[in-house]
Every structure is written in C-alpha cells, then in structure tokens.
C-alpha cells in the first residue's frame, strides 16, 4: 500500500497592530503613517483605515492586508489576525 503524503499550506500569524506597525515603518521616511478610524463619524468619512501625510490626507479607505501585500511587508505565507 502506498501512502501519500499530502502538504498543508502553512501560515504564521501577524497580529494587526503588528501588520500597521510594519506599514507605518515603511511609510515613516516619506513622512506618512496609517491611522484607524475610532468612531462611527470617522469610520463614514474616511473608511476604517486612511493614511496621513505631512500636507493631509493622503489615501482613504484603505485596505492594511492589500496595501502591506503591496508594499512587500506581508509575505505571502502569512496571515492577519484580529
């Protein structure tokens, strides 16, 4: 009897606090940082994500996990966490 072996995609874990800790050491030497909505007003404005700049708002509703992928500082094999 033969026996197959079947490979598991394996993941590791980043928490999002960690996921905005990388995003926001990227963006640091062009002086921008990602913020997060606290409040429902903030969140109906800007999404639930946006990143500042030193002139203003830069980029709103953004999505940390497509823009960290974007940026290179999410790897494929991992995941975000809540």
Not at 11 to 18: A, E, L, Q
Not at 46 to 54: A, D, N, S, Y
Request: charged residues 30%.
């Amino acid at each position: 009897m033969q026996r197959t072996t079947r490979r598991t995609k394996k993941t590791v874990p980043v928490s999002m606090r960690g996921l905005m800790q990388r995003i926001n050491r990227k963006l640091q030497p062009e002086g921008e940082q990602m913020k997060r909505s606290v409040g429902a007003r903030a969140r109906a404005e800007l999404g639930g994500f946006w990143i500042v700049g030193e002139s203003g708002l830069v980029l709103e509703n953004v999505d940390p996990v497509s823009f960290a992928r974007k940026l290179g500082v999410l790897r494929p094999w991992e995941r975000v966490i809540q």
